[in-house]
């Protein structure tokens, strides 16, 4: 993987990173609390996780990587769930 350099410190990419996920986080949750009032708390668990699932596929397809293999940790993932 080409190391592409940055001119961002470490600590600066790191808040940053944090702050992205902090919103996320706190949209889902908003958009969770409206949505059972239109579903089921259940169904709208799972369209959250279909949706990311789709996600997750659609950016290692664009990217070109390969997903997770057998034998790299998806098999204990799978078994926690």
Do not use: D, E, H
């Given at each position: ?15 940053i ?16 609390r ?9 169904q ?5 996780q ?32």
């Amino acid at each position: 993987m080409p190391v592409i350099p940055t001119t961002i410190s470490f600590p600066s990419r790191a808040l940053i990173c944090l702050g992205i996920v902090s919103v996320l986080w706190g949209t889902t949750w908003i958009a969770s609390r409206q949505g059972v009032f239109f579903m089921p708390p259940l169904q709208l668990a799972g369209i959250r996780q279909l949706l990311a699932g789709a996600i997750y596929v659609i950016y290692f397809t664009y990217k070109k990587r390969p997903g997770p293999r057998a034998g790299n940790g998806i098999s204990s993932v799978c078994c926690v769930c």
